[in-house]
């Protein structure tokens, strides 16, 4: 989230589930130095959150493999076809078993970070 919130983009969005976790990030982006984008954390579910105008989202080992296909289910709708591309950190097997019946999202790129965390990069189709 602060990675991304020093980077020249419109805004970097951030969501946890975890009132205590949100409260953390939220301190975290009032302290970063070296901000271009507008940063916001927001405490609610993922499976509640409104993806219409997202296009990059980026995914830290945050929930089990059933509540992924729900986010999935409403990243797309809330899509409605237009380009998304996401990165994945620390994907399991049942993680890849979900993004695979997702036929809407391809993956460019997988490969293991400097921590064995599996990373996969997916995006929409050209």
Same mark, same amino acid.
């Given at each position: 989230m602060c990675l991304a919130a020093r980077h020249k983009?419109? #805004?970097a969005i951030g969501i946890e589930y975890s009132s205590t976790r @949100? +409260? /953390?990030a939220k301190r975290n982006v009032a302290?970063? #130095?070296g901000r271009r984008a507008d940063a916001k954390i !927001?405490?609610?579910?993922?499976e509640e959150t409104d993806y219409t105008d997202v296009? @990059?989202?980026y995914f830290f080992n945050p929930f089990e493999p059933p509540l992924l296909d729900s986010v999935l289910n409403k990243i797309r709708s809330d899509r409605q076809g237009r380009a998304t591309r996401m990165a994945f950190v620390m994907e399991s097997v049942g993680h890849k078993e979900v993004?695979? #019946?997702h036929e809407w999202l391809t993956c460019c790129e997988r490969f293991? +970070?400097?921590d064995?965390?599996? /990373?996969? !990069?997916y995006r929409t189709p050209k």
């Open positions: 983009i419109q #805004r @949100a +409260d /953390v302290r970063l #130095r !927001f405490c609610q579910a993922a296009t @990059a989202l993004f695979s #019946r293991e +970070d400097g064995k965390h599996i /990373v996969a !990069f």
